[in-house]
């Protein structure tokens, strides 16, 4: 159980309390690269000498003034490849195969040229590198790297197989995933996370509208990853963003996929994808399903001293606990994609979708007082969690065929959360052990969460399409409404019969609303270096009362209005002779992460018998200044980026857990220690370290992506206790090997060290996967295995070590699962060499 269920509660309703409280706002022209142009263009590749094709080959398309990606096309088995629906403006093309030296060219998509048709290209054999007698070939890579941003080819990556969004990200550069799926980047899990460049509710490391590890990752066609985002993207977010870019396909008559996978014990999952173009419409409609259970168990121990009735005490306590957890998760989306009169396109969807989770947990716990006598109770604790959620959203967009380069974009949206979570705890004394006075509680938590958001983005081209000019306005708003009924069991023999109890009852509301606006200017500086300059304004409003309950801190206003500027700026320069091939970069941004509302409501949930969280209605934003220079070096196949990175925290929110010596002396002998978990500003965290990430073919049949970062991380604690640092760092390797034509298999590991929190540490924790396909029935269908953690080592530790209490905590969920899957390609869909699923072409990438 993730800590005994002692997470899920509060990450549970922190994500479903706001939805997005982490939810942040994009611009649509950033996510506009993939939404409906006028531009086409088509060729051929060929082997020069010989003309024979060349298939399956990469062919990227990059904006021509930064070198942001566009889009990406895979050559057909006789070499020939077209991309659809581009923007007018100046790209770069550029074909990468480690066979094959790069190709680049650079081209214009204008009104008057919307549609080019390239001559075959040719493509000159590579030079071949020995290793020994080995001569070093191979395939694409699964992760495409540019400076300052990766894009993360999903449809070929093997390790997420039968998985999710959260399983995709474990296999990115830089990124890490615990056992909880709470995602992280550089030591920080603020991180602003969105699908198709639009906030969709997604939490991190929290269940409910929709959570990463309940996101299919058949849906997914690519990942985007910005360590250091401009300006036009929200500030909030001080760690980055990642946008999971999902599959459309935009092929004439009907098309789509259908697969199933089945897991080791009691674990299924079924999605569903058609798209079917007619004229000026494509239909998009999809069915993703899944029933999970989970098994798991978990250790803890404190000691604790404090001060009973007047006297120094030592207490120590333990905890074990067995559970299980099953998920069920429904969600259908429907949607069309119009073009319009005069360079006009709209695209509507909508996404209704349901979730049931199921968790109980049986528990032993023991107390020893200085050097007496233990006692020891029995647990036990239940969750039947039902969510309701809606999704909608509309975007539109216009260009001008007299002025290349002009566009306006607007999107619109919202996530409704409906959700009702009963939180009912057991306790009872062991023989011998003195009776309790409070046997059992129940906690009946609702809430009713509206997000919405409008935004406007324009873009203007300057000095003849060389430069350019951003701008765009966006307004957010959250409202939540909830209650907690609180109640209690007076005795064990009718634990299951609850006294309301007003006293420890809350009902909240919160509102937050923020408009925001900004501007970025881009140009070049003769023929080598490029900048851009940006400013972002953001006002924030929080309003908002909690009512109800005796005693309890915090109750009334919720209110805070502050306003903040955003700067950012970028300086490249093109040290080799082609563009992307050896570029040097610099950038710097300020972002802030808002406490969410559950940091913020002063509403005690309790984890388990022994522990509670509650928010901090005072909690403040934290601001980071982030600094990185990027460089990135392409020889032949292989790509090499290296980044030396510094992000400094100020006022940073730190969760802290302490004695509740009041609640543990009102609990009665034999309850154990009652802690607290709840969240400060606190000081100031300093990151500062360097990552690297290559990739390189070994041989035709194998591939490798390889990374790592090591960075010192300093918390300076501020009257807290002594500050804190440590040399933290994380390794990933991905191996991708081609074992016939029709099977690929591909073995995965990673691995990070200890890292350091406010008053202790999580200790490390890696694991090794391993998958394979075989594509049916001439590419028509897959078979698909994938086995998570080999060797069983995912697991989440931590340790917490202050004056007054001492504590070490085990979780241990089922980690080691195998999945079995089948997938058929329908219509003109069809699983091409090198392949995971049918690729059809993301939306809402960043790059427009």
């Known amino acids: 159980m993730k800590t005994f269920l ?8 922190s994500c479903l309390l706001l939805g997005a409280a982490a939810v942040t706002f994009l611009p649509l022209s950033a996510a506009s690269a993939q939404t409906a142009g006028p531009g086409r263009i088509s060729g051929s590749l060929v082997e020069a000498g010989s003309s024979k094709p060349v298939p399956f080959s990469d062919v990227l398309l990059l904006r021509a003034a930064d070198s942001t990606f566009v889009a990406v096309a895979q050559t057909s088995e006789q070499g020939g490849f077209k991309a659809l629906n581009l923007p007018y403006g100046t790209y770069l093309l550029r074909v990468q195969d480690i066979n094959y030296r790069v190709l680049r060219r650079r081209f214009n998509l204008t009104a008057s040229a919307s549609t080019i048709e390239f001559p075959a290209f040719e493509m000159t054999a590579a030079s071949a590198t020995r290793l020994g007698e080995v001569v070093v070939t191979g395939e694409k890579a699964t992760v495409v790297e540019e400076l300052g941003k990766r894009v993360i080819n999903v449809e070929k990556d093997l390790g997420s197989i039968g998985g999710t969004a959260a399983n995709v990200l474990q296999n990115v550069p830089s990124v890490s995933v615990d056992v909880n799926g709470t995602v992280s980047m550089r030591g920080t899990s603020n991180l602003t996370i969105l699908i198709d460049g639009k906030p969709a509710g997604v939490g991190n490391g929290a269940v409910g509208g929709p959570r990463l590890d309940q996101i299919p990752a058949s849906r997914i066609a690519q990942v985007e990853v910005i360590t250091n985002p401009s300006a036009k993207y929200d500030a909030a977010g001080g760690g980055g963003v990642i946008n999971l870019i999902t599959k459309k396909d935009h092929k004439d008559g009907t098309n789509g996929t259908a697969a199933l996978q089945l897991g080791t014990q009691d674990k299924y999952a079924g999605t569903l994808s058609l798209n079917r173009k007619q004229g000026k419409v494509n239909w998009q409609a999809a069915y993703d399903g899944r029933d999970v259970t989970y098994q798991s168990h978990g250790h803890a121990e404190q000691t604790a001293r404090l001060l009973l009735d007047g006297t120094p005490a030592t207490v120590r306590t333990t905890q074990n606990g067995i559970g299980s957890e099953r998920h069920v998760n429904n969600s259908l989306t429907v949607g069309a994609d119009i ?30 007082t200085n050097n007496g006598p233990a006692t020891s109770t029995r647990g036990q604790q239940e969750l039947d969690v039902k969510v309701k959620l809606l999704e909608y959203s509309g975007n539109y967009r216009r260009t001008w065929e007299q002025h290349e380069g002009r566009e306006l974009t607007a999107n619109f949206g919202g996530v409704v959360i409906d959700a009702n979570v009963p939180v009912v705890q057991r306790q009872f004394a062991e023989t011998g052990s003195p009776a309790l006075a409070q046997p059992g509680t129940r906690q009946q938590l609702k809430l009713v969460a509206n997000i919405q958001f409008g935004q406007v983005d324009y873009v203007h081209p300057l000095l003849d399409g060389k430069g350019r000019l951003e701008t765009g306005l966006k307004l957010e708003r959250q409202f939540n409404r909830g209650s907690n009924a609180f109640g209690y069991a007076t005795s064990e023999s009718a634990s299951s019969a609850f006294a309301d109890d007003p006293t420890r009852s809350l009902t909240y509301t919160f509102e937050q609303v923020v ?7 881009q140009r070049p500086l003769g023929k080598k270096w490029s900048t851009q300059l940006g400013l972002r304004g953001e006002f924030t409003h929080n309003g908002g009362s909690i009512e109800g309950g005796v005693g309890i801190d915090q109750r009334g206003s919720l209110a805070q209005d502050y306003f903040n500027l955003f700067p950012s700026a970028l300086i490249s320069r093109e040290l080799g002779k082609e563009a992307g091939q050896n570029r040097l970069q610099l950038s710097y941004a300020r972002r802030l992460d808002r406490p969410n509302f559950m940091q913020q409501l002063a509403l005690p949930i309790y984890q388990d018998p022994r522990s509670y969280r509650l928010g901090n209605a005072h909690l403040t934003p934290e601001y980071s200044d982030n600094i990185e220079l990027g460089h990135q070096l392409t020889l032949g196949a292989a790509t090499l980026t290296s980044t030396l990175f510094a992000r400094i925290t100020t006022d940073a929110i730190q969760r802290l857990r302490y004695v509740d010596t009041v609640a543990t002396r009102l609990a009665g002998p034999g309850a154990g220690l009652i802690t607290a978990e709840t969240y400060r500003n606190a000081g100031t965290i300093t990151n500062l370290g360097a990552e690297f990430s290559l990739s390189q073919p070994l041989a035709k049949w194998w591939r490798i992506n390889a990374s790592t970062s090591l960075y010192r991380a300093q918390i300076a604690n501020n009257g807290l206790g002594a500050n804190r640092q440590a040399l933290v760092g994380t390794v990933r ?11 690929d298999v591909q073995l995965s590991g990673n691995l990070r060290s200890a890292q350091i929190t406010a008053q202790g ?6 694991q090794l996967d391993l998958a394979l396909r075989q594509r049916l029935f001439s590419d028509r269908a897959a078979l698909t ?18 004056d007054a209490l001492s504590s070490y905590r085990y979780s241990k969920d089922e980690s080691r699962v195998g999945w079995l899957g089948f997938t058929w390609y329908i219509g003109a869909s069809k699983a091409k060499p090198g392949r995971i699923e049918s690729a059809p072409q993301g939306g809402g990438g960043f790059g427009g």
């Open 6 to 13: 002692a997470s899920f509660v509060a990450s549970k309703l």
């Open 785 to 802: 295995l994938r086995l998570a953690d080999v060797l069983n080592t995912q697991q989440n530790r931590s340790e917490i070590s202050t």
């Open 761 to 766: 540490r999580q200790l490390p924790q890696g």
């Open 515 to 521: 408009p925001a606006g900004y501007v970025t200017f």
């Open 339 to 368: 073009e319009l009169p005069k360079n006009q396109t709209l695209s509507l969807s909508v996404q209704p979708g349901s979730e049931r989770n199921f968790e109980t947990e049986r528990q032993v716990l023991t107390q020893r």
């Open 733 to 743: 390797l991905t191996n991708n090997f081609t074992i016939r034509p029709t099977l």
